[in-house]
């Protein structure tokens, strides 16, 4: 039998047509539901007399627009308010499990769904949000889609799909002491650039991602979009079943067994032939800290903002001057010079349990700097409860901290968590577009122990010489 | 709701059909440009499917109090009433929100020309009737320095020959996947499509093992 990659096994699995020169007609496994893409979705079906065909493999919840203090108030702003109703609206007209703002599973969606064992190998998951390729961290296909994607899969339980390119980043050695998933993700998208993947489906390999927790692929595939990448794919192992087995919805006895006979199948199969492979070394991975509008705008902690001069093409060197004007930076100058009004810790690149223990070994026993207002947002309700059992709560309260409710919540500043104009963010969230934390605000990308150690400098350090102080 | 998102079940036509466009174009000098940029994001807020035209590009487009910035292209004579917008590598990164292209083509975009698009993008523009075209990264250099000498240069896009001509007999072929060429040019609604597999569907169901259980 030919040689497959993972990718190819997990589609040619999901496979209900395929012919020439048409897209091929894919069956979706999990179908996530969020506030922001959803509600026209759900006016389509109706204004079509349209039903929702597999409401069983459909879940959501509220991650975008929900404040992430005061639950037990009305959510003051209107618009998100009516988003918010409306998706609640919605999934009861059309039959559909929802985790809502009071309920204990709550939280940002890719947070949410692995930890309840929803997302498991080999599964084709969609979702109308382009984080999504966090899920391939368990071995899944899962790609962000439209609004007029979301209604059709609504519909239909199925996508018309053109295969994507494969491409293996294997990642050889492993992470040097102090440095983290997110800071080799940063370095990867840095040296390949923010558009190297498009149309690709990346297969993660190598030592140094073997040793990553789950979180931690989470965190990298979770950030294959900002290359470009159609979707991004660890395969499963030891540490993905074990993860699996705590979810509620995961699979029991029998079925478990069952799962876990075709779960051992998936891996990219000795000999099996990538459309394109690069290699990167783990080994020579620093703290990173964006400096740019894009997360491709990356250096060490012990390095400089680059002169725009110094890129090849015009384009770029243009792209570069207008970050470092929106950014407020000289060139030359270096990192850790630079400081910090914020320090936002959550999203769904780093809120889970592993990234608030690594923020909260920094900060214990210290204080944020003065100047520095610091927001920790736990990824979901249980996660919070894990880290309130851990009195990781308590580090943080005790620092000076603000402990939230979980959501989306500053990555986007869609729920009035926001960064003031010309203020600056340490954010251990996925983009730092122009805009994106709120108008005028200006994000440096860092994993969550760079920038609980900002919190305390107040100006980027090297994590490794703070040091972990518990 | 607009007449062309009228839905049929029977994979007749749902939207407006395309099959050419003249209009202005209006250069975007700017590589990656992500979809924060085209939508921001307090405008996504909104759950209606119309009306976002007036957000599109907000931040570079209004200042601070909601004064529109001269600076910007497209508030500048003679690119208010483009209708191709000529962009640069990359554009449409990030963000999935349909929104982005909701906006563009309220404002009244549509066509989008670019060496590369976001993916996720590109397939949103698709299923509203926004016609992204790819050219060589050369060719759009070209059209940019067209653009660039005569401003309010008009360029018919044909999609049916896929070919976009210019003034003085300038013909630049492009290349389009057929299906979705004429997917396009029929205003197919694949839900409709889709329906017509049913059978086949329901065969693999069957088959195919889900491990999880919602309830």
Not at chain 1, 68 to 78: C, F, L, S, V
Not at chain 1, 430 to 456: C, K
Not at chain 2, 23 to 30: A, E, N, Q, S, T
Not at chain 2, 195 to 207: G, K, M, N
């Amino acid at each position: 039998m030919k040689p497959k990659t993972l990718y190819e096994k997990i589609w040619e699995k999901h496979l209900i047509i395929e012919e020439q020169g048409k897209p091929s007609l894919l069956f979706i496994d999990l179908h996530l539901l969020i506030d922001t893409s959803s509600p026209q979705a759900f006016d389509g079906l109706r204004l079509a007399g349209r039903r929702v065909r597999r409401p069983d493999l459909t879940v959501a919840t509220v991650d975008h627009s929900v404040p992430t203090m005061d639950r037990d108030k009305p959510i003051a702003d209107d618009l998100a308010r009516r988003q918010v109703e409306a998706l609640i609206r919605n999934c009861k007209e059309f039959g559909i499990k929802v985790f809502d703002l009071f309920s204990d599973s709550q939280g940002i969606v890719h947070v949410i769904s692995p930890e309840l064992g929803l997302t498991l190998p080999g599964q084709i998951i969609v979702c109308g949000d382009s984080h999504t390729s966090t899920h391939g961290a368990f071995g899944a296909l899962a790609f962000g889609i439209g609004t007029s994607e979301v209604e059709h899969v609504l519909a239909t339980q199925c996508l018309p799909q053109f295969k994507s390119k494969t491409l293996e980043i294997r990642v050889d050695n492993r992470l040097p002491f102090g440095t983290t998933a997110k800071d080799l993700i940063l370095s990867i998208i840095g040296k390949f650039g923010t558009d190297f993947a498009n149309g690709h489906v990346i297969e993660y390999r190598g030592e140094a991602i073997r040793e990553l927790s789950m979180e931690g692929r989470m965190t990298i595939c979770n950030m294959s979009i900002e290359m470009g990448a159609r979707a991004g794919l660890v395969a499963p192992d030891e540490k993905t079943f074990e993860y699996i087995q705590k979810g509620v919805y995961a699979p029991k006895g029998e079925l478990w067994d069952e799962a876990m006979k075709e779960w051992q199948t998936l891996h990219t199969d000795e000999g099996a032939v990538f459309d394109r492979s690069v290699t990167f070394d783990a080994s020579a991975v620093e703290p990173q800290v964006t400096w740019g509008i894009n997360p491709s705008m990356v250096t060490g902690i012990n390095g400089r903002v680059p002169d725009p001069d110094s890129f090849a093409t015009s384009e770029e060197r243009q792209l570069a001057k207008r970050a470092l004007d929106y950014m407020g930076l000289k060139p030359g100058t270096p990192m850790t010079d630079i400081p910090v009004d914020v320090v936002f810790i959550g999203s769904c690149t780093n809120s889970r349990i592993e990234d608030l223990r690594a923020a909260a070994a920094v900060v214990k026993g210290r204080r944020r700097h003065p100047n520095v207002r610091a927001v920790v947002v736990p990824g979901s309700q249980r996660v919070k409860k894990q880290a309130e059992a851990e009195h990781l709560d308590k580090i943080f309260i005790e620092a000076g901290f603000e402990w939230r409710e979980p959501g989306c919540s500053m990555c986007i500043g869609m729920n009035g968590d926001e960064v003031p104009p010309g203020k600056r963010c340490a954010s251990t969230s996925n983009r730092n577009f122009e805009g994106r934390q709120g108008r005028g605000a200006r994000t440096h990308l860092v994993s969550p122990a760079m920038a609980a150690a900002a919190a305390i400098a107040g100006h980027f350090v090297d994590v490794r010489e703070f040091g972990a102080n518990g | 709701m607009c007449a062309n998102l009228a839905r049929t079940d029977e994979g007749g036509s749902r939207l407006e059909p395309f099959l050419e466009h003249e209009g202005i174009v209006v250069p975007l000098d700017r590589i990656s440009v992500d979809t924060d940029a085209i939508m921001p994001k307090e405008f996504i807020k909104r759950i209606e499917r119309t009306g976002f035209g007036q957000f599109l590009f907000y931040y570079w487009r209004f200042d601070e109090n909601g004064e529109p910035r001269p600076d910007f292209i497209l508030n500048r004579e003679p690119y208010r009433s483009g209708t191709i917008l000529l962009a640069r590598k990359n554009f449409g990164c990030g963000s999935s929100r349909e929104h982005a292209p909701w906006g563009l083509q309220d404002y009244g975009f549509k066509v989008l020309i670019a060496p590369s698009f976001g993916d996720i993008f590109y397939n949103n523009c698709l299923k509203i009737g926004l016609l992204p075209v790819v050219l060589a990264e050369e060719e759009v250099d070209r059209l940019f320095r067209m653009a660039a000498e005569k401003p309010g240069m008009r360029l018919k896009v044909d999609l049916q020959n896929t070919v976009i001509r210019g003034e003085e007999g300038v013909e630049i072929p492009f290349g389009m996947d057929p299906f979705r060429r004429e997917q396009l040019m029929l205003g197919l609604d694949d839900i409709g499509l889709t329906h017509r597999y049913e059978d086949r569907i329901r065969e693999f169901e069957r088959s195919h093992k889900i491990y999880y259980r919602l309830n």
